[in-house]
């Protein structure tokens, strides 16, 4: 079963503005992940949050991770065209560094 | 480097009939993994491969068999193709030591 789950499912917004979505998840985790996929092609990391973190920056990526409340957020700012994809969170949970994808978030950053 | 290349991109099959799916790598990964993907859904595994000569089963392993005898590959099988594996199937690939996944462009195929 899918140990992750995105929230919103879609999300459209103005280019400038920023986009924000969370992920659920219902087990201990090791790390949570988010990567980013474009239409019709592959998966591509972003970031990485480990258990003992609560906060992590990359560029205009901010996550932040909530182990009490088992949810992680991703925050993209001054959104971009480029930026047009869909993204998972996955997690990491047990042995063999198998990961679990939630179902994602389309945004859609309009010119 | 080519990363993590996947053949064919895209195929059709009849239902019953036979396929391979080809994942290679060029990193010198230890951990390889089989994904599908259909709409609306995220990644599910299939299966994977701890190294060179293993497979393990994934989440919906059922109707899939795997192979790993060079490191730098891992083949994907379906023995009698269902229109319920229409679908597109990702192959991955991580260090050791390693958190993150390498992902390859994907293979679309479609069961009739």
């Known amino acids: 079963s899918q140990q992750g789950e995105e929230d919103p499912q879609a999300l459209s917004i103005q280019e400038g503005e920023n986009a924000t979505m969370n992920c659920s998840y219902k087990?201990?985790?090791?790390?949570l992940q988010w990567y980013r996929q474009n239409s019709g092609r592959g998966l591509v990391h972003l970031i990485l949050?480990?258990?003992?973190?609560r906060e992590k920056h990359s560029g205009r990526l901010r996550v932040t991770l909530d182990t009490s409340k088992k949810s992680s957020s991703l925050l993209i700012t001054a959104s971009r065209a480029a930026d047009t994809a869909s993204y998972f969170c996955?997690?990491?949970?047990?042995?063999?560094?198998?990961?679990?994808f939630g179902a994602g978030t389309t945004v859609t950053v309009r010119a | 480097n080519a990363g993590v290349t996947q053949t064919p991109k895209f195929r059709v099959l009849k239902t019953g009939q036979s396929m391979t799916l080809l994942c290679a790598q060029d990193?010198?990964?230890?951990?390889m993994y089989w994904y599908r993907q259909d709409p609306g859904m995220g990644l599910r595994l299939i299966h994977y491969?701890?190294?060179?000569?293993?497979?393990a089963k994934g989440e919906v392993p059922d109707g899939y068999n795997v192979s790993r005898l060079k490191k730098q590959n891992f083949l994907l099988g379906l023995e009698s193709a269902a229109p319920s594996q229409t679908s597109v199937y990702f192959c991955?690939?991580?260090?050791?030591?390693?958190?993150?996944?390498?992902f390859g462009p994907g293979t679309r195929l479609l069961v009739l």
């Open positions: 991955a690939s991580r260090r050791p030591n390693g958190e993150t996944q390498y």
């Open positions: 087990t201990s985790i090791n790390n």
């Open positions: 949050i480990r258990s003992n973190e």
């Open positions: 996955a997690t990491d949970a047990g042995s063999d560094y198998k990961l679990s």
């Open positions: 990193m010198n990964h230890e951990y």
């Open positions: 491969s701890v190294g060179e000569g293993t497979t």
